[in-house]
């Protein structure tokens, strides 16, 4: 009776520990030429200031859905913003005439398919869920 109250005691504890964090990376199509991207080179991307990529393609940035989690954790990490400042950036620069956000999707999976059939597209998207079709150009900070 002992061995199974502490059994069951464990699983509690371990229930209640926070899950890791997920573990976001930047994938690309593998036809883009690229490589690698650097942090700066990934917030110039999805700030709409480089509009190609280093290999002459035009930059197609995908953002996901506002109200995914992964979203606000690629921002805050990323340039250290909430989604709704990145939504007043984008606001302003949209009035303005100077560039367009990033396309949008529901989710990664949507994400990785539109990546895999578009040479100069990027998307944020779970380590778990990369597959041949694309390939990982950026590790995200946790």
């Known amino acids: 009776?002992?061995?199974?109250?502490?059994?069951?005691?464990?699983?509690?504890?371990?229930?209640?520990?926070?899950?890791?964090?997920?573990?976001?990376?930047?994938?690309?199509?593998?036809?883009?030429?690229?490589?690698?991207?650097?942090?700066?080179?990934?917030?110039?991307?999805?700030l709409g200031r480089y509009r190609y990529l280093a290999s002459g393609l035009t930059a197609e940035p995908i953002d996901q859905a506002m109200d995914a989690p992964i979203r606000a954790h690629f921002y805050r990490h990323l340039v250290d913003k909430s989604v709704g400042e990145i939504n007043a950036y984008w606001s302003r620069l949209t009035f303005s005439g100077k560039t367009r956000p990033p396309r949008v999707v529901h989710n990664s999976e949507q994400a990785l398919q539109l990546v895999a059939r578009t040479p100069g597209a990027l998307a944020y998207v779970e380590r778990s869920k990369v597959d041949a079709r694309v390939m990982v150009v950026f590790q995200l900070p946790e």
């Open 1 to 46: 009776m002992r061995a199974l109250l502490q059994k069951l005691l464990l699983l509690l504890a371990l229930s209640a520990m926070p899950a890791m964090a997920a573990d976001w990376v930047l994938v690309a199509n593998p036809q883009s030429g690229l490589k690698a991207l650097s942090h700066d080179e990934v917030v110039n991307i999805y």
